[in-house]
T-cell receptor
Framework: RKEVEQDPGPFNVPEGATVAFNCTYS??????FFWYRQDCRKEPKLLMS???SGNEDGRFTAQLNRASQYISLLIRDSKLSDSATYLC????????????FGKGTLLTVNP | DADVTQTPRNRITKTGKRIMLECSQT?????MYWYRQDPGLGLRLIYY???????NKGEISDGYSVSRQAQAKFSLSLESAIPNQTALYFC??????????????FGPGTRLTVT
């Protein structure tokens, strides 16, 4: 099983749609979880951390299910500017602050 | 000004040449990382450094070396470049110490082509 596995995508949605990304991780000792966003040929940028109780930042909601080793990202009311690749990222404390990145899911929001 | 900078931004070099990619940061972070990104393979860790005297191999260090010249500077060298080292290279930083968060902040990347 891969350490971090994401929906392969790509996702194509119309403006205003709600889209959900899923991610699973293999190591139950994982401690910290993030969603990063990467625009084409640009650097990954932190979108949001994912907390055990779930957290929301505007149109974005992240959920964590430790029992199922599952992370999700929900984007509501999609904008054209949301078009990007979304990376699920996990830290395992025993790996000393290293992050493990999923391969990403490409989202295209169409007018 | 950007917190994490990389030079050069683009480079084309020939097989067998030595090349150095440089990274500087003004975030005051102790920890620095080098990744490469290839289509379909995601980000892979090459080397990381938790302070000036601490250098560690990542998952794909063969063919690469690094130097941590100062807290703010971390360079990646390809001693003898080969075509399969053609990739997008990112430097990243993170804070360290008790209570620090784990998120990393990336530079803009260096697009390297080895012909």
């Amino acid at each position: 099983r891969k350490e971090v596995e994401q929906d392969p995508g790509p996702f194509n949605v119309p403006e205003g749609a709600t889209v959900a990304f899923n991610c699973t991780y293999s190591n139950s000792a994982s401690q910290s979880f993030f969603w990063y966003r990467q625009d084409c040929r640009k650097e990954p940028k932190l979108l949001m951390s994912v907390y055990s109780s779930g957290n929301e930042d505007g149109r974005f909601t992240a959920q964590l299910n430790r029992a199922s080793q599952y992370i999700s990202l929900l984007i509501r009311d999609s904008k054209l500017s949301d078009s990007a690749t979304y990376l699920c990222v996990v830290n395992i404390v025993r790996s000393n602050y290293k992050l493990t990145f999923g391969k990403g899911t490409l989202l295209t929001v169409n007018p | 000004d950007a917190d994490v900078t990389q030079t050069p931004r683009n480079r084309i070099t020939k097989t067998g040449k030595r090349i150095m990619l440089e990274c500087s940061q003004t975030k005051g972070h102790d920890r620095m990382y080098w990744y490469r990104q290839d289509p379909g393979l995601g980000l892979r860790l090459i080397y990381y450094s938790f302070d000036v005297k601490d250098i560690n191999k990542g998952e794909i260090s063969d063919g690469y070396s690094v130097s941590r010249q100062a807290q703010a500077k971390f360079s990646l060298s390809l001693e003898s470049a080969i075509p399969n080292q053609t990739a997008l290279y990112f430097c990243a930083t993170s804070a360290g110490g008790r209570g620090s968060s784990y998120e990393q902040y990336f530079g803009p990347g260096t697009r390297l082509t080895v012909t």
